[in-house]
């Protein structure tokens, strides 16, 4: 059984930083895109940041962009989300996934087939 638990979130004052995690476990993810995405209450889940296995092909939500970092510890089979500079438009629960098709680089959450539990963020003003 394929599981993805993540951890890390939280309740934070804007402008402060979280690090999330998520670990893979019943497989391996060597060659697939993992990513992170988000949902906040009433708005349909969206793109947050991918990152190949080889972490040649990252993107990130424009939203995002120069504030948050994913990185992958192929290894221990994880992928992570650092934080910074947070803004209360953060908040939401986010997810962890993992693109069930080797090489492939998608951005869809539809196109992802495994999914975390998700942990909520929270930023405050």
């Known amino acids: 059984q394929v599981q993805l638990v993540e951890s890390g979130g939280g309740s934070v004052q804007a402008g402060d930083s979280l690090r999330l995690s998520c670990a893979a476990s019943g497989r391996t993810f060597n060659g697939n895109t993992m990513g992170w995405f988000r949902q906040a209450p009433g708005k349909e889940r969206e793109f947050v940041a991918a990152?190949?296995?080889?972490?040649?092909?990252?993107q990130y939500a424009d939203s995002v962009k120069g504030r948050f970092t994913i990185s992958r510890d192929n290894g221990k089979n994880s992928v992570f989300l650092q934080m910074n500079s947070l803004k209360p438009e953060d908040t939401a629960v986010y997810y962890c996934?993992?693109?069930?098709?080797?090489?492939?680089?998608?951005?869809?959450?539809?196109?992802?087939?495994?999914w975390g539990q998700g942990t909520q963020v929270t930023v405050s003003s």
């Open positions: 990152r190949s296995w080889s972490g040649y092909r990252i």
């Open positions: 996934a993992a693109d069930g098709q080797s090489g492939s680089f998608q951005l869809d959450p539809q196109r992802y087939e495994y």
